[in-house]
């Protein structure tokens, strides 16, 4: 206990927030200072900020909570709003890839034809981010992440051409050891082995003594946005998602980083259920065309990569499969608006798995309104939190949703890190999209919309095996939780955006 404290007081994470509080205590007294000379400068600085926020594109809850801080931090709050307007500007841009593949009109034709009730779906993401949909050749749904990691190193001793590793967070222990020498190993038989990591996200869960080993092998490593800790927006656009890419016909995508509690080889909070698909065929250009948008945009030189995808002889095909990136860096949230068109079109079922429930207005009413036309929505969130206040936050949605007929499951296991969502059995999402307001508006994402496949059923198979281990929240146990939660609860969802 005594050794956790200590590592919790040192650890990365309390020195970011620590100079975060220092910085912001810095501008709240010089804007006093100020405003004891210039008493109007702080007031006009409040004024110019409210209606910045009020006039903007921001979704709503951002709004409502920046106009509270404002207001609850006056002469203070309109600063802090604006420096983070300011520093967000100043983000890298991201490259732009010209040869992500161009859609294939036959393929498309064939998806019009076969889900009609699919295909703007489709045209959407491939307009957006230009990421096409393919017949799909194999996918293959892991319902653990020790069953995605004994795949991933069969693939990877296949590697012949290249290699692209793209993950949130790296940590030492068993997973990345066995990844590592892997990669080593294939990098000295002179393939093109290329690692990308959030700053963020692993921070120094990486020692110099592993990254060395991998460099000396020929290992191509870099940071994607380094942890700084400075009050700026920079920090929040993290490099979320989970990419790896081999000879550019196998693609790996899903919610495991690479960390032994991801594989259950050590224990956090319980038992950890994390899911991942691994895809092969032409689709897999479009993770490797994801991979090297930010992988360019981490040396800031202006240039581009052209990916040509692979295509396969065989004319059988399972399905459908578009694999897409999220960016917020524009004014898209695509993965939002895959997870709302995946339950508004549905008109039987829609099942869904996320470690994080905290939806914002449209999501939160859609769920509502599916629920009330009859469709079975039925959800599954962790048990055992990985963070408690975000489980406060979880739990003061489910009285509202259950009154309106959805079903909500808690894993009982421990905590399910899955990013699931299938609709009807006939079409779904996986990868690493959570159903919160940084996956959908602040960080870096992947997946992967399926359309008639296969692999749907394993992941409704999977969902229905989860629902068993999994305890049903009853609108009376809403009722019967302490008043303190429900009231930090609902004073946590106006922070929610910001947090």
Excluded at 29 to 50: E, I, N, W
Aim: hydrophobic share 40%.
């Amino acid at each position: 206990m005594f050794r956790r404290i200590v590592c919790g007081i040192l650890s990365r994470n309390t020195a970011f927030w620590l100079l975060i509080l220092l910085q912001t205590t810095f501008i709240m007294l010089a804007m006093k200072s100020l405003g004891s000379r210039l008493f109007s400068v702080p007031a006009v600085l409040d004024v110019a900020a409210a209606v910045c926020v009020t006039a903007g594109s921001a979704p709503p809850g951002y709004k409502l909570a920046w106009i509270l801080l404002i207001a609850l931090m006056p002469g203070s709050g309109g600063i802090i709003y604006i420096y983070f307007r300011l520093t967000q500007k100043s983000f890298p841009r991201e490259v732009n890839c010209a040869g992500i593949p161009e859609q294939d009109e036959g393929t498309m034709a064939s998806l019009r034809k076969e889900y009609p009730e699919y295909a703007g779906m489709s045209v959407y993401i491939a307009g957006v981010g230009g990421y096409p949909v393919y017949h799909n050749r194999r996918a293959e749904y892991y319902p653990l992440g020790e069953l995605q990691f004994e795949a991933i190193k069969m693939e990877l001793a296949k590697a012949t051409e290249y290699i692209y590793m793209e993950y949130f967070i790296i940590r030492k222990g068993k997973m990345f050891s066995e990844i590592a020498e892997l990669l080593c190993r294939k990098a000295e038989q002179g393939l093109d082995v290329r690692l990308l990591y959030d700053g963020m996200g692993t921070g120094t869960c990486l020692s110099g003594r592993a990254m060395k080993r991998l460099t000396e092998s020929g290992v191509r490593c870099r940071v994607f946005n380094p942890f700084r800790p400075f009050l700026s927006t920079v920090q929040n656009n993290r490099d979320h998602r989970k990419i790896l890419v081999i000879d550019g016909v196998t693609a790996f995508n899903g919610g495991a980083n690479i960390a032994d509690e991801y594989i259950n080889c050590k224990e956090r909070f319980g038992h950890w259920k994390d899911t991942a698909v691994m895809i092969q065929g032409e689709a897999a250009a479009n993770y490797a065309a994801m991979f090297l948008q930010l992988w360019e945009n981490t040396d800031h030189e202006s240039r581009s990569s052209s990916i040509e995808p692979v295509r396969s002889d065989s004319a059988q095909h399972d399905g459908y499969v578009q694999p897409f990136s999220d960016s917020p860096l524009d004014a898209e949230p695509v993965g939002k608006r895959v997870y709302l068109e995946l339950i508004g079109r549905a008109e039987s079922s829609v099942c869904i798995t996320t470690p994080y429930l905290v939806p914002d207005e449209e999501l939160l009413g859609q769920l509502v309104y599916a629920a009330k036309k009859g469709v079975d929505i039925r959800l599954i969130t962790p048990a055992i939190p990985d963070k408690k206040y975000v489980q406060r936050i979880t739990r003061s949605y489910y009285s509202e949703l259950i009154s309106t007929g959805v079903r909500i499951y808690e894993y009982t296991p421990g905590f399910i890190h899955a990013k699931c969502c299938v609709s009807d059995c006939k079409a779904a999402v996986i990868g690493t999209i959570n159903l919160d307001y940084r996956s959908f508006y602040l960080h870096f994402e992947s997946a992967a919309v399926f359309y008639g496949s296969s692999v749907i059923g394993d992941m409704q198979a999977d969902f229905e095996a989860s629902c068993k281990l999994s305890h049903e929240v009853t609108a009376e146990e809403c009722r019967e939780r302490r008043i303190w939660d429900k009231a930090a609860g609902r004073l946590l969802r106006i922070a929610a955006p910001l947090l």
